[in-house]
């Protein structure tokens, strides 16, 4: 095994690994900036895409309580009660106590949010058709299904961490 505390053994495997990490530290921001871009779904009103996401999600699981979202999201429970505020004060969402323990409080969607949550969802299927055919234009269909197999298992990795 080599003496990786060398540094022209630490330069040398930094040069063959660090390309395809740029890349990949370049898609993950690229993505957040796009996840946290905020974007018209047809009502007239923009929204993060991050919210609007909390929103579909809030909306496909009625009675999901900010705890179950953020263990769902990977995210503190104060980052997406901030989102959650945000939703509820734009009239997306409202909260309902739990009968048998106020501490526990449920989310459901209002009739505005199913609404901008089904705008969502048809965006989105468009959306990924499209990005899908511009991909297979690059890479074929097994290809793009080890790219996702690659992305379940690195998300298993960084969830074990």
Known sequence: MPDISR????????AQLNPRADELYQFVMQFHDYMNGVRDYGNGVPIKRVEVHTLTMIERNPGITVSELAKLWHRTKGTVSVNVATLEKAGYIYRQKSPGNAKVVHLYATEKGVELSTLHKAYDNLGLVRTQAQLLKYCTGEELNAFFKVVHAYLQIIQDW
């Open 7 to 14: 540094p022209d053994i630490i330069e040398e495997t930094f």
